[in-house]
């Protein structure tokens, strides 16, 4: 079956649809409040759900993700909800988001091959200013073999303890392993194994 884009990111993408909806995250939507006004970076943003939320906040907020189809529907969700944000084609490996200071980093379902995911985690905190913080929330490792949403591969998913060797530089108030009730369109649905992740410099 030939695809139509070269990055399947955007081949999922490239439907009216939000894939993961319009919502934000149930963590990004309970934690994000939380967090003084600043200057956020999103890393693997996807569709904007996220960002768009923490831009109607009041955050000056910027993505970044590969995904061209992911950058168009992003802004077309900020449009459509009236709000600002930057979006970044960019690779989250090559990319120079950590070229500059941000108050807060956001990291939501972001998986990437464990070599490749230990350099971009170990980047976090030397991006932040003095007090900044992290917000993660990914799949666990025990999320390997249901079907309500991740990457299908044992290695690219997550585990507390490797996750704190990774964030160097970042002290954690919580990182826990949990089960939650996914409900994110047709992305993610039903009880999942997750991590979620509050922390800071
Ligand atoms: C599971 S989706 C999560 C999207 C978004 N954070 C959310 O929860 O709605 C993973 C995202 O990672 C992005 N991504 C994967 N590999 C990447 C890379 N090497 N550089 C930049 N973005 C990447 C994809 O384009 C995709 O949007």
């Not at 439907?15 to 970076?41: I, M, S």
């Not at 490996?93 to 985690?121: N, Y």
């Not at 194994?193 to 509050?198: A, F, K, L, P, Y």
């Given at each position: 079956?030939?695809k ?15 894939h993961y909806?319009e ?16 200057r ?34 992003a ?21 120079k ?80 392993e ?24």
């Amino acid at each position: 079956m030939t695809k139509k884009h070269e990055n399947n990111w955007d081949n999922r993408y490239d439907k009216e649809q939000y894939h993961y909806g319009e919502e934000p995250n149930y963590f990004v939507k309970r934690e994000l409040p939380a967090l003084p006004k600043g200057r956020g970076l999103f890393l693997a943003e996807g569709e904007g759900r996220n960002i768009v939320f923490a831009a109607g906040l009041g955050h000056d907020v910027v993505a970044v993700d590969n995904s061209v189809v992911g950058k168009k529907k992003a802004l077309g969700l900020a449009k459509q909800t009236g709000v600002e944000i930057e979006y970044r084609i960019e690779d989250l490996i090559t990319g120079k988001w950590d070229s500059e200071k941000w108050d807060f980093v956001v990291l939501c379902f972001a998986h990437l091959p464990p070599q490749l995911m230990q350099e971009v985690h170990a980047r976090v905190a030397g991006c932040l200013n003095p007090g900044g913080r992290v917000l993660l929330v990914s799949f666990a490792e025990s999320q390997f073999g249901r079907d309500s949403g991740g990457p299908p591969s044992l290695d690219w998913l997550h585990d507390v303890g490797v996750l704190r060797e990774e964030f160097v530089g970042v002290k954690w108030e919580k990182l826990e392993e949990c089960e939650v009730e996914l409900e994110e369109s047709v992305g993610h649905i039903g009880a999942a194994m997750v991590i979620e992740g509050v922390g800071g410099i």
